[in-house]
Each structure stands twice: as structure tokens, then as C-alpha cells.
């Protein structure tokens, strides 16, 4: 079931206050986002998870857990596990939790309020750690890393899944649709992230002292033959992803309103019929030595 309390109190340390954020989620915190987070999880959930399984009473942090879009197609692959899900955002922590009890209501999932930076968790605390769509966010994902593993236990694993906005590969081809889609790109490194994160897995990793690093990637392909897929990913999650930004790109002086407004127009007609519309996400696995 799920519970208020924090992890358990033998291997939790002093708690401190909630440090500020240290990233810029791009995207915002709208209930329009949320649901768009709902639909990505929904539509990739076979994609990116089907061989995502942890053992029955394992302990299993999930960094960055969001609106709990993620963690719902979690707990389904991995009945029984001992879910510890952090966030640093207390409204999107809350509808996580709600998310949860609404959904899975005898999910053993504890709930923490901070930053994955300074988790106040003993050292080896976690038997697995999944983080998925976070490090695009962050400003040193290397740092961001190796705090996750002081948290995993020798010979515990990392599962780490994020995209690369450079691989969108589209069918009517369009300026205008590709210069909105840079937009959102620059945006993102300017608060600090990366969209283009995906092909950097492997250093990463690396870079944090993780073993065994493993990389796949996970290709989303829609044509007038996947209507489910152009529905739920090319038009409810790439292009809603990219309308998100675009007050922030009209304000940053990188477009004018019609121009960016142009571009959705021709990013929506890929979803639409003779359209097709491409996107790969790489999926990371990788051990604590």
C-alpha cells in the first residue's frame, strides 16, 4: 500500500530543507503537461518497458518520478517491490501520489520531497535505481549520476531512459516544422539541459563510474498503418511537447508567433494522413562495481 512515510528509518540519515531546484524543467508544470506525460507513458509503455522487471521485494528508487506517469507501468512491471519514488517538485510529487493510489492502490510506495543530488538515504540503500526523461534536465547529469550511486548497492543496477530531439525524422519534410523543433533544443540548453541527451548515455555513465554500461536504442516509428502511434506519440506527446515552449521561444527573440505557429501546423500534418513521423529513445542499463 502506499504510505506518507519516508524510507525506512535505519537507512535514512538527517533530513535537511529541500534545497532549490537546481535544473529548469522546459516543458512547465501545467496540467496540460501532465497529461501529455500521461500520454507518452501510456503510448511507449511495451517500447520502453516491457524488459524493465525487478524481483518482489526489491528496493527500487525511482529519481525524478514526476506526475507518476512513469511510475505506474513501474510498479506494473514489477509487482511487490519496495518503491521509493523522490521528486523535487512538491505539486508534481502530489500527483504522483494520487496518480498511484487512484491506480495501484496496493503499491508498497514511499514518497520523498528533495533534491536526487543530496538524497537522505545510507549509502548502498537501493537494490535497483530508474530514472526516466530527468537527466535531459539537468545541468551536470555526471554528478547527478554518481549521487545515485552512492545510493545503489555494490552489483545493483541503473536503468536510465531518455530521447534525442536530434533524431525526429519526418514525412511531409518541413523548415519550418525542423526550426520549432530547434527552438525547443535551445531552450533546453539555455535552462541548463540537453535534448540531445540520448546519444550521450554510454560517457555518461561511464563518466560516473557505472560498469557494464549497456545501450539500446528504442525507435518509435508512426505511418497512416499505426494509428494508435501518430496518434498517442507524433501528435499528443512530440508536437504537444513542442507547442509547450512556445511562448518561452517567442519571448527568448528565437522566433515570431506565426513563424513557430507555421511550423506546429506542418509537424501536425506528419501525423496526419500520407505522414509519417520518426523518434528514437535510448535505453541505458549499467552496474554499480
Known sequence: MTTEKEFQE???????????????????????????????????????????????GSRVLEAGCGVGAQTLHLLAGSPGVRLTAADISADSLAEARARVAAHAPGAEVTWHHGDLHELPFADGAFDHVFLCFVLEHLADPVAALAALRRVLRPGGTVTVIEGDHGS????????AARATVDHLVRLQAGAGGDGLIGRRLHPLLTAAGFDDVAVRPRTVYADGSRPALMEGFTRRTFVAMVESVRDDAVA??????AAFDRGVVDLRRTAEAGGTFHYTFFKALAVNP
Open 10 to 56: 535505519t537507512t535514512a540519515q538527517p533530513r535537511t530543507a529541500a534545497p532549490a531546484e537546481r535544473h529548469g524543467y522546459v516543458h512547465g508544470y501545467s496540467a496540460t503537461e501532465a497529461q501529455r506525460l500521461g500520454d507518452q507513458a501510456d503510448t511507449l509503455a511495451e517500447l520502453l518497458h516491457a524488459d524493465t522487471a525487478y524481483p518482489a
Open 252 to 257: 527568448a527573440g528565437l522566433t515570431s508567433p
Open 168 to 175: 525526429a525524422f519526418f514525412h511531409p519534410e518541413s523548415a
